[in-house]
């Protein structure tokens, strides 16, 4: 027997359907939740959607099936939009493999023969996948939906860390040749020592008397990066970044549409910067990332490693070390200062 609403005005709602904070949520007796609809949807098209998952048959009950729900889950549509992006692209390499069979019935020992073979191709993808399915699990698992995780105790392949640094040689020539957003996008993320998300979602608001305020979308580390004279050229070039007449846009680096930019649009204008640099200047090599402008500004800053941790905003000093890339120069024998 269904309990007494809370709200009176809830009363039409279907069985176990309740207000989330911005859509309809089915809250399923096996536990979890299945998100339906707007909250600004007429109830008629809360019963079709409930009607619509309450009809499908038990017999679909799979990994696909427990993937589509936690792609439909709040949880998910909580993560950021790129991981998002990022976990339905390794849904399309573990759903062929996986897809069919019933949660319960995979075992650490097929995880462990997925990786092997996914890793001879990339085995960071292997690890990327590995951890996109675990989390399914465990979404899964706190919902009584499965059993366990499979995906525990198996280890994944070590990633070796990347140890590029980006020379002031190589920097210069590539922001010599490229067009204004990614000139803007290069100097925040060095400057600032961010990540390309960060850069990417910084918006004018952002933009105070004290610098420029950025909350890390990864770690949720609040800091201000104080103004220097370089750093206020980098916003005269975003400011003159082309926009559509009588358009204005809430973003620092945005389209012409005045839309603020994706991490693939993004790209596209970073690698073809990058091309026309290696055409210009074929006696530079341009074998680097976006991501390694954050590890360049790092490695640029001066002070001890505690320093560097304390502007970069890591957890610990392990974190800062691994972008800490420019080689030591050091004495040797005879050069010591007295």
């Known amino acids: 027997m269904a309990g007494k609403r809370k709200n009176a005005a809830d009363t039409a709602l279907p069985p176990r359907v309740y207000r989330g904070k911005s859509k309809y949520e089915f809250h399923p007796a096996r536990g979890g939740s299945i998100s339906l609809c707007p909250l600004d949807a007429p109830i008629s098209q809360v019963w079709s959607c409930y009607e619509k ?19 439909r889950s709040v949880d998910f549509n909580e993560l950021a939009v790129e991981t ?49 399915l675990s989390r399914v699990y465990r979404w899964g698992y706190e919902r009584g939906m499965v059993k366990g995780n499979p995906c525990k105790g198996v280890k994944q392949f070590k990633e070796v860390s990347r140890e590029r640094y980006i020379t ?18 290069m100097e925040l993320a060095y400057l600032c020592c961010a990540r390309q998300a960060d850069i990417l979602a910084l918006k004018k608001s952002q933009l105070i008397d004290a610098g420029v305020f950025i909350q890390q979308g990864k770690t949720g580390k609040k800091q201000i990066k104080a103004w220097t004279e370089r750093l206020q050229q980098a916003i005269k070039i975003a400011d003159g ?17 005045g839309h603020g930019y994706t991490r693939d649009g993004f790209n596209s204008r970073w690698r073809n910067a990058k091309l026309l640099a290696a055409k210009t200047f074929s006696e530079l ?34 974190q800062t070390a691994r972008y800490d890339r420019k080689t030591e120069i050091v004495p040797v024998v005879g050069g010591q200062k007295k």
Do not use: C, W
């Not at 069919?100 to 019935?105: Q, S």
């Open 53 to 71: 998952i309450n009809n499908e048959p038990l017999e679909k009950a799979n990994l696909n099936k427990l993937i589509e729900q936690f792609f």
């Open 84 to 132: 998002q992006k990022d976990y339905r692209k390794y849904s399309l390499r573990v759903l062929p493999v996986f897809g069919k069979m019933e949660p319960d019935n995979i075992k650490p020992e097929h995880i462990r023969k997925y990786m092997d073979r996914r890793g001879v191709a990339s085995r960071t993808q292997a690890n990327r996948e590995k951890t996109f």
């Open 168 to 185: 002031d040689a190589e920097y210069s020539a590539l922001y010599n040749v490229a067009p204004p957003i990614v000139k803007a996008a």
């Open 241 to 257: 970044i082309e926009i559509a007449p009588g358009v204005s846009s809430i973003y620092v680096l945005h389209q012409r549409s």
């Open 285 to 318: 090599d341009f074998d680097f990332t976006f991501h390694d402008l954050k590890a360049k500004g790092i490695s640029d800053l001066e002070g001890t490693l505690a320093e560097k941790q304390a502007i970069s905003g890591h957890k610990n000093t392990a």
